[in-house]
Nanobody
């Protein structure tokens, strides 16, 4: 099992910044992908950004140029720096961890509990 603990959400004014953190613990593997998804009320959960253990990133078009994902492999932690926040960025943000277990012959997929980000004046 892998546990994910998120922090950093909150209320911010439009144009402001927030930094989310997510620390993974438990039976993590060195080869993995960590990322952030978000879900706004009445909408489906969507990918915001992801990053592999080698540093390859995938970022949603809606946040490119404003959000930056990074990670510290030694700490098993992923970060999401969010700048120039807009009202439409308001959502619950979920941390995600994916890897492949060779012993179990299956993909593993874990989620954090979610952290609320509200952008409002």
């Amino acid at each position: 099992q892998v546990q994910l603990v998120e922090s950093g959400g909150g209320l911010v004014q439009p144009g402001g910044s927030l930094r989310l953190s997510c620390a993974a613990s438990g039976s993590t593997f060195a080869i993995n992908t960590m990322g952030w998804y978000r879900q706004a009320p009445g909408k489906q959960r969507e990918l915001v950004a992801s990053i592999t253990n080698t540093g390859s990133t995938n970022t949603a078009d809606s946040v490119k140029g404003r959000f930056t994902i990074s990670r510290d492999n030694a700490r098993n932690t992923v970060y999401l720096q969010m700048n120039s926040l807009k009202a439409e960025d308001t959502a619950v943000y979920y941390c995600n961890y994916k890897d492949y277990s060779h012993s179990e012959h299956r993909n593993r997929d874990y989620w954090g509990q979610g952290t609320q980000v509200t952008v409002s004046s």
